[in-house]
T-cell receptor, first 114, second 115 residues
Framework: AQKITQTQPGMFVQEKEAVTLDCTYD???????LFWYKQPSSGEMIFLIY??????QNATEGRYSLNFQKARKSANLVISASQLGDSAMYFC???????????FGTGTSLTVIP | NAGVMQNPRHLVRRRGQEARLRCSPM?????VYWYRQLPEEGLKFMVY????????ESGMPKERFSAEFPKEGPSILRIQQVVRGDSAAYFC?????????????FGAGSRLTVL
């Protein structure tokens, strides 16, 4: 069975500070993809970053980086130098080898404080 | 270079009516996915379609829900005889290819409210 767990319903971070959003996953597939999406209050889902299960290096995209610890089955999102516009819901997702489904976590609400 | 287009953005229906949600994938994308998001929850997979074919409908309720992706025109998610529990945001996503590196591009969602 595939499962994504985000244990932080809400997080606060001071503007310009870094923040880590936790995500653990469970899958028996040897090959899978891990994703983070941002959902601002306007409701759309915005792709942030991708990590493949066989990638040797942690993914980075601008201020976003993914702290991938395969043995622990964790894929935490790190946002550096937080900005007010980063306030949103953040969803971790996984797609196993078949690629038909994305499994989403329940999300973490991030609030950036000025 | 339009993204994934969904309409309507908001839809209000009374119990027992039908709801039709439309999705036009990104140009060059032939794979379409529908997801449902209940309030305060993550997205739940409903169905995966390619042109004229349903590939995986394991997340679709067995009754009242159907989806299609015709050769011409948008993908349609159809909900018959809606009930209050169908109130949710319905997201469509598209991709160029399937697979584990398959980044889904989402539409802005259609928010269904059942009175």
């Amino acid at each position: 069975a595939q499962k994504i767990t985000q244990t932080q319903p809400g997080m606060f971070v001071q503007e310009k500070e870094a923040v880590t959003l936790d995500c653990t996953y469970d899958t028996s597939d040897p090959s899978y993809g891990l994703f983070w999406y941002k959902q601002p209050s306007s409701g759309e889902m915005i792709f942030l970053i991708y990590q493949g299960s066989y990638d040797q290096q942690n993914a980075t995209e601008g201020r976003y980086s993914l702290n991938f610890q395969k043995a622990r089955k964790s894929a935490n999102l790190v946002i550096s130098a937080s900005q007010l516009g980063d306030s949103a819901m953040y969803f971790c997702a996984m797609t196993p080898n078949t690629g038909n489904q994305f499994y989403f976590g329940t999300g973490t609400s991030l609030t950036v404080i000025p | 270079n339009a993204g994934v287009m969904q309409n309507p953005r908001h839809l209000v229906r009374r119990r027992g009516q039908e709801a039709r949600l439309r999705c036009s994938p990104m140009k060059g994308h032939s794979h379409v996915y529908w997801y449902r998001q209940l309030p305060e929850e993550g997205l739940k997979f409903m169905v995966y379609l390619q042109k004229e074919n349903i590939i995986d409908e394991s997340g679709m309720p067995k009754e009242r829900f159907s989806a299609e992706f015709p050769k011409e025109g948008p993908s349609i998610l159809r909900i018959q005889q809606v009930v209050r529990g169908d109130s949710a945001a319905y997201f469509c996503a598209s991709s160029r290819n399937p697979g584990t590196a398959n980044v889904l591009t989402f539409g802005a969602g259609s928010r269904l409210t059942v009175l």
